[in-house]
């Protein structure tokens, strides 16, 4: 089964507010991704995951702040957004973090900033 | 840095008959994947095609294929007998090979072609 969950589908939240996105794989994946997508452009990398710990951060701003809790599980928690922010964010994970390694992505989580 | 290009933002095509996409990507490494993701309007994201760039032998999947020139940098997508459900976000996708560069297992994107199948 080649499935990336995410939850919540759609979320709208104000710029004080503190939300978290949730993707979760069950495929054995030890590599996971945050995307974040605006619409009709291509998907931008925020973080790689590799074994649960950090690997990138693509200088992503400070409120967003990525967990990932076990292999199965990665959060992406935000607060202090900006409308700006607004777009799908994406979740992929794959075999390895290795070139070789497809990656498989989730559905998003639709964010409205207001 | 590499990059991917897409020239075609949108491209049309009669149900049953082919289209070709085309991507174009610079680097100066050697060893890299290249991959077609198709993305359907308000879908996931999905794995079309994937080419090893050692590999010369042009990746096939189904009604799916490449043409890969290495040495013109181009990668451009066939889709044979197109299908209502091939309608889509087609992007082309490189990722480094190169465990010893700064880039290596990112993903770099196109800015993708919109394809539309009419019946």
């Known amino acids: 089964d080649t499935e990336v969950t995410q939850t919540p589908k759609h979320l709208v939240m104000g710029m004080t507010n503190k939300k978290s996105l949730k993707c979760e794989q069950h495929?054995?994946?030890?590599?996971m991704y945050w995307y974040k997508q605006k619409a009709k452009k291509p998907p931008e990398l925020m973080f790689v995951y590799s074994y649960e710990k950090l690997s990138i951060n693509e200088s992503v701003p400070s409120r967003f702040s990525p967990e990932c809790p076990n292999s199965s599980l990665l959060n992406l928690h935000l607060h202090a957004l900006q409308p700006e922010d607004s777009a799908l964010y994406l979740c992929?994970?794959?075999?390895?973090?290795?070139?070789?390694?497809?990656?498989?992505f989730g559905p998003g989580t639709r964010l409205t900033v207001l | 840095a590499q990059t991917v290009t897409q020239s075609q933002p949108e491209m049309s095509v009669q149900e049953a008959e082919t289209v070709t996409l085309s991507c174009t990507y610079d680097t100066s490494e050697s060893d890299y994947y290249l991959f077609w993701y198709k993305q359907p309007p308000s879908r996931q994201m999905i794995l079309v095609i994937r080419q090893e760039a050692y590999k010369q032998q042009n990746a096939t999947e189904n009604r799916f294929s490449v043409n890969f020139q290495k040495a013109a940098k181009s990668f451009s997508l066939k889709i044979s007998d197109s299908q209502l459900g091939d309608a889509a976000m087609y992007f082309c996708a490189y990722r480094s090979a190169n465990a010893g560069g700064t880039s290596y297992g990112k993903l770099t994107f196109g800015q993708g072609t919109i394809l539309t199948v009419h019946p």
């Open positions: 992929a994970s794959s075999n390895r973090d290795r070139a070789v390694d497809t990656q498989y």
């Open positions: 495929m054995g994946h030890r590599a």
